[in-house]
Nanobody
């Protein structure tokens, strides 16, 4: 499984961005997908996750502002980010958990929120 993330950029506080993660390869093997983020000097943390059945979970810090979705036809997972805050600034990574529990990672995409 290969993951290609896109959609990062610079936005003012209160603005919106949508991240995309296109999966290719052994798509059938993917059980869950998600977005993580890592700010400078901090660990990589889960932002949002989604299962094939559509069950979602979010970090408390983004609940009500971010929405994760999975377009099966396009093999793409999206992260809609609204009401962005400076503390959302980080490198965002797409993740897929495949059969057997192995994790696959895409290259990160930078999100910078200016206050």
């Amino acid at each position: 499984v290969q993951l290609q993330a896109s959609g990062g950029g610079l936005v003012q506080a209160g603005g919106s961005l949508r991240l995309s993660c296109a999966a290719s390869g052994s798509i059938f093997s993917i059980n869950n997908m998600g977005w993580y983020r890592q700010a400078p000097g901090k660990q990589r943390d889960l932002v949002a996750g989604i299962t094939r059945a559509g069950t979602t979970n979010y970090a408390d810090s983004v609940k009500g502002r971010f929405t994760i979705s999975w377009d099966n036809a396009k093999n793409t997972v999206y992260l809609q980010m609204n009401s962005l805050k400076s503390e959302d600034t980080a490198v965002y990574y797409c993740n897929a958990v495949v059969l057997g529990g192995m994790a696959r990672w895409g290259k990160g995409t930078q999100v910078t929120v200016s206050s």
